[in-house]
Every structure is written in structure tokens, then in C-alpha cells.
């Protein structure tokens, strides 16, 4: 059964950092391009950063351009989301995903099925 479990999650003040980890488990994941999306409330989810199987294309939403990197290791199933410079529009809860179907593009939550629980990020102004 496949498991993703995000950690890391947490209340910061603004201009700080967090990294979040997603550890996948029940099947390799190694050629499978990941994301992390977000959700804050009253909002729709909305993708943050999403990495290829091979680490060799990421992409980012421009408001977190230049403030957060994602980055994988597949020896150890898992994904991250190094987050710099946060600010309070950066609150929300973030899922990680693995994208499974190509019909579309990374940036589609439609393009995504595996996702994990969430983890909640808060960041104070």
C-alpha cells in the first residue's frame, strides 16, 4: 500500500524557514516526477514546486521563486521543501503528491495520485 507522509510542518515567524519531508513508501518512486502543493483555507489547493524523477527539471510557483527549493533523494523514497523567507501568505497546508498521470502538465492537481496527509505550515507576521 503506498504511504506518503509529510513531517516538518510547524509555526514560524515571518523571514524564517522550515523543511518539510515527504517519505514515500509501499513502492519506488524514483522515476515518478513529485510536488508539493498547498492549501490554505477558503482557498483552492494550488502547486508549489514540483521536482522530475530524475532531479533534473523543478519548477516553481512564481511567488515562492528564489524562496523555496525542492529537492529529492530516492535512495530513501523522499522529497523536500526547503522553505527560506517566509511570509504570512505562505500559510497553509502542504501536500506532497506523486505524479502518476501525463495528459496535462506538473502545475494540475488532476495530474497527481498519490498524496499525502498534509502538514500544517503557519507562518506569523
Known amino acids: 500500500q503506498v504511504q506518503l507522509v509529510e513531517s516538518g510542518g510547524g509555526l514560524v515567524q515571518a523571514g524564517g524557514s522550515l523543511r518539510l519531508t515527504c517519505a514515500a513508501s509501499g513502492r519506488t518512486f524514483s522515476t515518478y516526477a513529485m510536488a508539493w502543493f498547498r492549501q490554505a483555507p477558503g482557498k483552492e489547493r494550488e502547486f508549489v514546486a514540483a521536482i522530475s524523477g530524475n532531479a533534473g527539471r523543478r519548477l516553481y510557483l512564481d511567488s515562492v521563486e528564489g524562496r523555496f527549493t525542492i529537492s529529492r533523494d530516492n535512495a530513501k523514497n523522499t522529497v523536500y521543501l526547503q522553505m527560506n523567507l517566509l511570509k504570512p501568505e505562505d500559510t497553509a497546508v502542504y501536500y506532497c503528491?506523486?505524479?502518476?498521470?501525463?495528459?496535462?502538465?506538473?502545475?494540475?492537481?488532476?495530474?497527481?495520485?498519490?498524496w499525502g496527509q498534509g502538514t500544517q505550515v503557519t507562518v506569523s507576521s
Open positions: 503528491a506523486v505524479r502518476i498521470y501525463y495528459s496535462g502538465s506538473y502545475y494540475l492537481s488532476s495530474e497527481y495520485g498519490y
